[in-house]
């Protein structure tokens, strides 16, 4: 099949690339399984619950760029648990559907948002 | 930028080419007037048959055969599969197949499954960093039940073209017949496959300007191969079903001329894969797969890993821009496994992700060159920004064949 219209917007010019500075967490994924090394670390800032920034770099391929761009843009401005319950279907849609052999991509991309928003709970859980 | 945008640089010549004009005008009146079957006793089919016979003589001088030593089929997958399924139903008790680890799909997947099956014990030969086979290995590797030995003659990604008159002299020597898939040689470099000591050779049309769903298998005479499937005795026995008379006309016709041009356009060809070898490999932190461009290497191929980055990613942004390329990266792939080509020379898994394959024809100019240059540089340069990821471990295959490449730069 053909890559959607907002498949390609995301992957040739991504939202949210970068590292943010004192980030309340940061946090990798990779994926497992088969010869994919596709992997995106993360750094989010949030402000009482809610996310301000996400940020990610990734060495990936087409599918995993657009869904971590599509993925960051979605949780920015939602609560930490919002993001929690990210699934990899709503990446999907955000995307405008993605080929059978991208659902690795999206399901990484849903891993990382989920990771992070975990783990900045946790880290406050602590405080 | 500008003058050259909106510009398509097609530069996947080895996944199949463009046809050429001369091609399409000989096979048009297949596709209307002339539509007998060559199986057909009244004058169409005699006609048909006359103009297959036609084109068979053709292609038989083409490669330096005999016309009877020519099977049409619908391909070099097709070939590859009538060799070795055809020598397996003629010889049931020689249960041994020799490959090297560098073959095409249809090749390696048909060892893998006799291997499955039970069916036949496989043995792949060892190649080095640039993808030649190791006669030693093969030497070695031989046995009393072995039913063939199957080489490539040009590799489909990295380029390298076997020596097979060592390979099949020692196949001769060992009373072993040797198969050669010759899908990405023929029409590029000199063959003489009677000449060869090699017993049977597969062809295909579409890679060669030429149509698609086309193709040959050359079975020395002498050498017996058993159909496996059935119908008509069509193709002396060996491949029954209607030929394809249309494709096999154009086939014969796009060899023709490939043949009359080989020189003057192959050494342009290899000019402009130098051009753009040499300025990739002015990127940093990129490696060079297989040998040398002109150095026993398919005119036109050039195999570049760009590290840090996935070659999927590469090749998408360069097709966004116009430049159509392959890679043998996992994620272009429907398995997400990397390319067996490229691991078997020694590739870390890493360094395949970021190859990216780019095949020159006849049909491409300067133009071609400088806008993949160009678009390779932004698309490398974009996509290092986003990596966080920096491995520690190389392939050391990687810097060896760069350092080569510098090295015959220099000679």
Request: glycine fraction near 8%; aromatic fraction near 6%; charge should be negative.
């Amino acid at each position: 099949m053909s890559y959607s219209k907002k498949y390609l917007e995301h992957f040739s010019s991504p939202q949210n690339v970068g590292i943010l500075d004192n980030p309340d967490a940061e946090i990798e994924v990779a994926h497992e399984g088969g010869g994919c090394f596709d992997r995106i670390k993360m750094t989010i800032i949030s402000e009482e619950d809610i996310i301000k920034s996400i940020n990610f770099k990734a060495r990936a391929c087409s599918g995993t760029i657009a869904a971590a761009s599509a993925a960051t843009a979605w949780a920015v401005g939602k609560s930490l648990e919002e993001a929690l319950s990210l699934t990899p279907a709503i990446i999907e849609q955000e995307l405008g559907g993605v080929p059978e052999k991208k659902l690795h991509s999206v399901e990484l991309a849903a891993e990382g948002i989920r990771k992070a928003a975990g783990e900045v709970l946790t880290n406050s859980g602590n405080k | 930028m500008s003058n050259i945008e909106n510009k398509v640089s097609y530069l996947d010549n080895g996944d199949s080419t463009r046809m050429l004009p001369e091609v399409l005008e000989e096979i048009l009146p297949y596709l209307s007037e002339h539509y007998g079957n060559p199986a057909s006793l009244h004058q169409f089919g005699l006609d048909a048959e006359e103009a297959i016979d036609s084109a068979r003589s053709k292609l038989a001088e083409a490669i330096g055969a005999k016309p009877a030593e020519i099977i049409f089929t619908s391909g070099a997958t097709e070939s590859n599969n009538l060799a070795l399924n055809g020598l397996r139903y003629q010889f049931p008790d020689k249960r041994h197949l020799i490959i090297s680890p560098i073959e095409h799909a249809s090749v390696d997947n048909i060892a893998k499954r006799w291997s499955r099956e039970g069916w036949a014990e496989v043995t792949k030969l060892k190649v080095n960093s640039e993808g030649f086979v190791d006669p030693d290995s093969l030497r070695s590797a031989i046995r009393d039940d072995t039913l063939l030995v199957s080489v490539i003659h040009g590799n489909m990604e990295i380029g390298t073209i076997q020596n097979l008159t060592e390979l099949g002299e020692i196949c001769r020597e060992k009373g072993v017949l040797l198969h050669s898939d010759c899908a990405q040689t023929f029409g590029k470099i000199p063959l003489n496959i009677g000449e060869l000591p090699v017993d049977l050779a597969s062809f295909n049309a579409h890679k060669m300007h030429g149509p698609k769903g086309v193709g040959a298998l050359y079975i020395r005479k002498k050498v017996k191969v058993r159909r496996y499937f059935e119908g008509s005795p069509q193709e002396h026995g060996v491949r029954p079903g209607t030929e394809n008379v249309p494709g096999i006309i154009g086939f014969a016709k796009a060899a023709e001329i490939a043949i009359r041009d080989m020189d003057k356009e192959m050494k342009r060809v290899d000019e402009l894969a130098g051009r753009l070898a040499d300025g990739l490999m002015e990127i940093e932190h990129v490696g060079f797969n297989g040998p040398p461009v002109g150095k026993n290497r398919l005119p036109g191929n050039v195999n570049i890993t760009f590290r840090y980055i996935e070659g999927e990613a590469i090749l998408m942004h360069l097709n966004i821009k116009g430049v159509y390329v392959s890679s043998g990266s996992a994620c272009s792939s429907t398995t997400l496994e990397p390319s067996h080509v490229l691991t078997a020379i020694g590739l870390l898994h890493e360094d395949a992700h970021g190859s990216i394959r780019y095949t020159l024809s006849r049909l491409n100019d300067e133009e071609d060159v400088q806008r993949a240059l160009q678009v390779t540089n932004e698309t490398v340069k974009q996509l290092r920004a986003m990596t966080a990821f920096i491995p520690e471990k190389h392939s050391k295959h990687v810097d060896e064949n760069a350092q080569t490449f510098y090295k015959h730069k220099n000679d």
